[in-house]
């Protein structure tokens, strides 16, 4: 893990205040803004926080959470009624357990593959997972349509979004609460501390009688769960999925939002989010025509110039800005050495 960054949690009071502020946003913006910002920050800072979680507290930067969400989103898609896929056309709730029950068994064995390897190693290997996914809804039709899997039924509690997004932005926000709330507890169980030790030092681990495998597996079965979520989720958000929305630019997006927001803080996953649907929806407006250099279609040049900087800038992210920023105010500056006077001998 670099030594440069931290993952202390956010204080009661700070996470309070933002759930507050996003709980009363609808008062203040436009559906459009509740829509096409809000939520979509949401669900995809649940996809970054499973990522978050292995990078953070297990030491694996996984690329195999898209893949996983879009198991997730596929499974759901098919067992419900919709236009495309299989149509089995069960209960929605009934089908939202099942596609998270589905995801995570993916994720465990996609885990106990990829638990074998470190580093490099092991990012390559999610990497093949995610390709994996995107290939085989691509070619199998019957489950992923020509075209992608239109019009999905969607639960009660989602209402119609297309009229009144409020209930399917109040329950995403929930959700995300939740997840926050419960990988944060989870880090802090026998189970998160041992993931944190075979983070650090897992020959010592393993020396000590961990099952260092199984450990790194179980804790990718989790990230799967979470990602599965966020995958039922994108497809509330977009009433549909296809094999393109779970390609590899989507993987890609997935871990630039969690650079950008700091890839060894939980609050990172939703800051980096919250500054991708920003940046993504308005870029268009706020950035001049410069030649063919820039211009309102160069998002993908814009997004990769951010994440370039925040890189360099600090490891930690924007939360790790913040951080170093409070650090300099706090730290009282220090009087300057009165110069000494140099003495004279007679």
Do not use: C
């Not at 990522?51 to 959470?65: D, E």
């Not at 994108?234 to 549909?240: A, D, G, L």
């Not at 268009?284 to 309102?296: C, F, K, T, Y």
């Amino acid at each position: 893990m670099n030594p440069a960054v931290s993952t202390k949690r956010i204080a009661w009071p700070a996470l309070a205040v933002a759930v507050g502020l996003f709980a009363v946003a609808p008062l203040f913006v436009s559906d459009f803004f509740v829509s096409a910002i809000l939520t979509k920050t949401l669900w995809l800072g649940i996809a970054a926080a499973s990522l978050i979680f292995l990078a953070a507290y297990g030491g694996m930067v996984s690329l195999a959470q898209v893949g996983i969400y879009g198991i997730a989103g596929m499974a759901y898609a098919n067992l419900v009624l919709a236009d495309g896929g299989a149509g089995t056309a069960i209960n929605p709730y009934l089908a939202l357990v099942l596609a998270l029950l589905i995801a995570t068994l993916v994720g465990l064995g996609f885990g106990w593959i990829a638990a074998r390897s470190e580093g490099i190693y092991f990012l390559m290997i999610t990497l093949a997972f995610s390709v994996l996914v995107y290939y085989f809804f691509s070619q199998v039709t019957g489950l992923s349509g020509f075209g992608g899997i239109n019009s999905v039924d969607l639960p009660g509690i989602v209402g119609s979004p297309e009229q009144d997004p409020l209930p399917r932005y109040l329950l995403t926000l929930v959700v995300a609460t939740l997840v926050f709330l419960g990988l944060g507890a989870l880090s802090r169980t026998a189970f998160g501390l041992g993931m944190q030790g075979v983070r650090d030092e897992p020959a010592r681990m393993r020396a000590l009688g961990f099952d260092v495998t199984l450990h790194r597996t179980l804790a990718f079965g989790i990230a799967a769960f979470v990602a599965g979520i966020a995958g039922v989720l994108s497809v509330f958000y977009n009433t549909r999925i296809t094999p393109g929305s779970i390609n590899l630019a989507q993987t890609i997006d997935v871990l630039i939002v969690a650079v950008i927001g700091g890839l060894y803080r939980l609050e990172g996953a939703w800051l980096g989010a919250l500054t991708y649907a920003l940046i993504d929806n308005y870029s268009r407006e706020w950035v001049p025509e410069v030649g063919n250099v820039l211009g309102p279609a160069r998002f993908n040049t814009l997004i990769g110039v951010l994440f370039l900087v925040i890189v360099l800038a600090s490891p930690g992210g924007l939360i790790g800005i913040w951080d170093s920023l409070r650090a300099k105010v706090r730290t009282p500056r220090r009087t300057p050495a009165p110069t000494p006077v140099p003495q004279t001998t007679e």
